[in-house]
């Protein structure tokens, strides 16, 4: 079955400093949803990418779906203390509604 | 608008009995999807339901575990003689649609065996 890694499993970074994690899946996908969980909360939505090569950003956050349709990634510039979390990719094959999440990356900031 | 309404937020039970997980999809969303999450990990996909059909119980283990939307309430996940193993988290999640539609989560059940 479909299977989607994400690394590093867990980045702590200093306040200030990028972030980046890194997701991939065992075959080509439809699409691409990227969540966020805070400790004790519940996955957000944060963007879904379609096309291949497809890039998007929303302030300083860049997501990216790779030409393959096979891997992401989701950038953070400058990370702040509102950054913290999980941080999961998600996939969906062809004709296939189910979601496959990937293993997430846990964020911490040191202030 | 109010979001995906799951309750209870915390359920505890003793092995052996049965528990009932409720998910209300947010207004005008016909599919709902349940999830499993233990402690530290990412999510599992369990089941994917329309208004009274399941679409892929694909991530559904084949014993104990049973889920409904029925035409009319709640979508319904019911795990009957509990065991350790079972304590997670349990999310909801609908969508207006198929395809390329984003999934809004519930706030989760939290489910602990005793």
């Known amino acids: 079955g479909q299977q989607v890694m994400q690394i590093p499993q867990y980045q702590h970074v200093q306040e200030g400093e990028d972030f980046t994690t890194y997701c991939n899946s065992s075959t080509t996908l439809s699409n691409i949803q990227w969540y966020k969980q805070r400790p004790g909360g519940h996955p957000v939505f944060l963007i879904q990418?379609?096309?291949?090569?497809e890039v998007k950003k929303q302030k300083r956050l860049t997501f990216q779906f790779g030409e393959a349709k096979k891997n992401s990634s989701l950038h953070i510039t400058a990370t702040q203390t509102t950054d913290v979390g999980t941080y999961f990719c998600?996939?969906?094959?062809?004709?296939?509604?189910?979601?496959?999440f990937g293993t997430g990356t846990r964020l911490t900031i040191i202030p | 608008n109010a979001g995906v309404m799951q309750n209870p937020r915390h359920l505890v039970r003793r092995r052996g009995q049965e528990a009932r997980l409720r998910c209300s999809p947010m207004?005008?969303?016909?599919?709902v999807y349940w999830y499993r999450q233990l402690p530290e990990e990412g999510l599992k996909f369990m089941v994917y339901?329309?208004?009274?059909?399941?679409?892929?119980e694909s991530g559904m283990p084949k014993e104990r575990f049973s889920a409904e939307f029925p035409k009319e309430g709640p979508s319904i996940l019911r795990i009957q003689q509990v065991v350790r193993g079972d304590s997670a988290a349990y999310f909801c999640?609908?969508?207006?649609?198929?395809?390329?539609?984003?999934?809004?989560f519930g706030d989760g059940t939290r489910l602990s065996i005793l």
């Open positions: 998600a996939g969906r094959d062809f004709g296939n509604e189910k979601l496959t």
């Open positions: 990418l379609v096309k291949s090569g």
């Open positions: 207004k005008g969303h016909s599919h």
């Open positions: 999640a609908s969508s207006p649609g198929r395809g390329t539609q984003p999934q809004h």
């Open positions: 339901l329309q208004k009274e059909n399941i679409i892929d």
